[in-house]
Every structure is written in C-alpha cells, then in structure tokens.
C-alpha cells in the first residue's frame, strides 16, 4: 500500500514493492505446535491477513482443523472489495473473533493527503458488518497527519462516539525515519503539512503512564499542544463512554 507515514513499498522506501507470503506448511506446523502447547487461540500480525484471498481460505481451513479462534489485521477497502460482508462471514465461521484496522482519520481529506486508500464510509460499513458477525473491531486513530484540523479531530471523535467501535487505539503521528511522509514530500512532490520538532529519539515511539506519549508534530493548523490537549479529552472520552483501550 502507500500509506505516508508507514513503511510502504510502493516506491521502494523501506520495503520493496512485494509481498512475501510463508509457506502455508509452515503456518500449518506453527499452529500445530500452538494447539500441541495448549494455546486455543492466534493472532495474525500479518499486515493485511486477508489479502490474498485463496491464501486465506487454506488457512482458515487449518484454523478450522485445530479448532483455534483468532484475530487479525486488516483493511477495509481490502474486504470491501473481496466479498465484503460475505467475506467476513466466512472469516467468522472459521473463527475470527477480532480485527483491528487502522481507520487514522474521520476525515477523508486526511485520508487522502497520506494516500491511506480507505475512506471512512468503508470503515463504517466494516464495522457494522464485524457488528453484526459478532466480530470485536478495533479501531487505530492516529491524531496529528498531515493537514490535522480542530475540525478533522472533531470529525475523528464525533465519528468514534457516535459508531462505538468495540475497541479504540488513540495515537498521535511519530514520523518514522525512511518513510515518504520523513521526505517532506508526498509521491507527487507536493509538501506534506505537517512539521516535528526536536530531535529524533526511539523512545517516542513508546506510551508511557496512562498510555501518554509526547506529541513531536504539528500543523499550520495545531500547534503540538492543542493536537496533546485533543487526544487527552479524547482518551478520557473513550473512556467515559466505556469503549476499552
């Protein structure tokens, strides 16, 4: 994919431009090693499990075979586009019990600006077919993108509260090195508006107490403080409404 702020391969950044699948015997032996060690579940941390669709059916049928639920990551256009709802209803009948996807933003101009390729309108309507499937959607908001707004964080909580997903991973942007969005400039060659400020240190990509971690960008419309003060509010939000971490 050619997500801005993450290690995409689309033009060769970090990762080349392929994707590497592991042998599905190989999946099969470390799932019977998991089922001989007692485990009754798996979580995939494949990028986008459901990517490969004929892939995923094997392995499903190997889920099945060791009686194993489990949990992945995914996109939304990705199911969208292979089956939808019907896609994760078989994913459900195999086991699927969780999914995370990473949602960044209500606001489909943000989306746009870091080449996300999902809209919000799929991510709604993942949601509420993960709903309806019995499925938990864990949400991941990444506030501080490129052209971040009081009112794109608006949307992005208005959009959380309102659509309850079952789980919400609040963040804010921690450009990492080698990533187009580190390049000041996007596959176009057009600005990214968003600025960091200090030095690059490792230890910001970790949360601290209370899952806190220091806000190193900001926008020509937020300062790092406001984008800090927003996500604060927010958690504590999510919190109130009873939506977990």
């Given amino acids: 994919m050619a997500c801005a702020f993450c290690e ?17 015997g ?35 049928d190997l889920l099945r075979k060791y ?9 939304t256009d990705v199911i969208s586009k292979q089956g939808g709802f019907d896609y994760l209803r078989e994913m459900a009948e195999a086991g699927l019990v969780e ?11 943000i989306k746009a600006a870091i080449h996300k390729g999902t ?14 499937l019995g499925i938990k959607f864990k949400a991941s908001i990444i506030l501080g993108l490129p052209g971040e707004s009081m009112e794109s964080m608006e949307r992005t909580r208005e959009w959380i509260l309102r659509e309850r997903p079952d789980r919400v991973d609040v963040g804010s942007l ?8 580190t390049r000041s400039h996007d596959f176009n060659g057009n600005g990214y508006d968003v600025e960091w400020t200090g030095e690059y240190n490792e230890e910001r990509f970790y949360k601290g107490k209370g899952r806190s971690a220091e806000v190193v960008v900001r926008t020509s419309h937020l300062s790092s403080a406001e984008i800090a003060a927003f996500r604060d509010k927010l958690m504590a939000e999510i919190e109130a409404a009873g939506i977990p971490y």
Wanted: glycine residues 6%.
């Fill in 8 to 24: 995409s391969g689309r033009n060769g950044v970090i990762w080349d431009r392929f994707v590497r699948y592991e042998n599905t």
């Fill in 26 to 60: 190989s999946v099969e032996s470390q799932l019977r090693e998991a089922t001989e060690r007692g485990h009754t579940g798996i979580m995939f941390y494949d990028d986008i499990l459901p990517l490969n669709k004929p892939r995923t059916f094997v392995i499903m």
């Fill in 67 to 75: 009686n194993l639920i489990w949990r992945c990551f995914l996109r």
């Fill in 99 to 109: 999914v995370l996807a990473g949602v960044e933003s209500a606001d489909n101009r």
């Fill in 119 to 132: 809209t919000i309108e799929q991510d709604t309507q993942v949601l509420a077919w993960c709903k309806q």
């Fill in 174 to 181: 921690i450009p990492f090195p080698g990533t187009p969005i």
